[in-house]
T-cell receptor, first 113, second 119 residues
Framework: NAGVMQNPRHLVRRRGQEARLRCSPV?????VYWYRQLPEEGLKFMVY????????ESGMPKERFSAEFPKEGPSILRIQQVVRGDSAAYFC???????????FGPGTRLTVL | AQKITQTQPGMFVQEKEAVTLDCTYD???????LFWYKQPSSGEMIFLIY??????QNATEGRYSLNFQKARKSANLVISASQLGDSAMYFC????????????????FGQGTILTVHP
């Protein structure tokens, strides 16, 4: 009974490169959320997706960041032309269609050199 | 806008004692959910306990209980019989619930409290 899977767990990129973070939700969960945690801070909401739809992207930076949750396959958070300020832990969470609780993956630690 | 405040940056407790971690919230929504998550040094986020705004009873899950005082807008986490493995960062979070009682979406997190359990 697998929980939320995220890969890679650690990702190192140089400034200007692209980062792709993957999230496979709990089987049967159709809602996916992405959060970012900067050092010494709490988690900040980025985007909420259902299969093939972006429901709420109010926390996403306007440029360079995009997210998708295709009909088949994992959810992807994509950061283009990364900068040092993008260094953070990125968490994915999932919930069932009518569930109350979001279950988190282990996170991806992105380091931008 | 929703806001969560955790005023205790750090707390210390002796093993086997109880400890209360404070959380206050601000929302204009009538329906909402309150959560506590634990983040150990390994970094993952572990769900601990949930309280719905219309739940009359305080939520309990094993050694965890949520002291929900709606009028004061507080949702303190009580950990009984602390264990060394309880040492971690603890986050309080809130999510609005729509009129149909189904989940809406994003969680708003507090800044967290670092709990250290001494032997």
């Amino acid at each position: 009974n697998a929980g939320v899977m995220q890969n890679p767990r650690h990702l190192v990129r140089r400034r200007g490169q692209e980062a792709r973070l993957r999230c496979s939700p709990v089987k049967g969960h159709s809602h996916v959320y992405w959060y970012r945690q900067l050092p010494e801070e709490g988690l900040k909401f980025m985007v909420y997706l259902q299969k093939e739809n972006i429901i709420d992207e109010s926390g996403m930076p306007k440029e360079r960041f995009s997210a998708e949750f295709p009909k088949e396959g994992p959810s992807i958070l994509r950061i283009q032309q990364v900068v040092r300020g993008d260094s953070a832990a990125y968490f994915c969470a999932s919930s069932p269609p009518f569930g109350d609780t979001q279950y988190f993956g282990p996170g991806t630690r992105l380091t931008v050199l | 806008a929703q806001k969560i405040t955790q005023t205790q940056p750090g707390m210390f407790v002796q093993e086997k004692e109880a400890v209360t971690l404070d959380c206050t919230y601000d929302t204009s929504d009538q329906s909402y959910g309150l959560f506590w998550y634990k983040q150990p040094s390994s970094g993952e986020m572990i769900f601990l306990i949930y309280q719905g705004s219309y739940d009359e009873q305080n939520a309990t899950e094993g050694r965890y209980s949520l002291n929900f005082q709606k009028a004061r807008k507080s949702a303190n986490l009580v950990i009984s019989a602390s264990q060394l493995g309880d040492s971690a960062m603890y986050f309080c979070a809130m999510r609005e619930v729509n009129a149909g009682g189904t989940s809406y979406g994003k969680l708003t997190f507090g800044q967290g409290t670092i709990l250290t359990v001494h032997p």
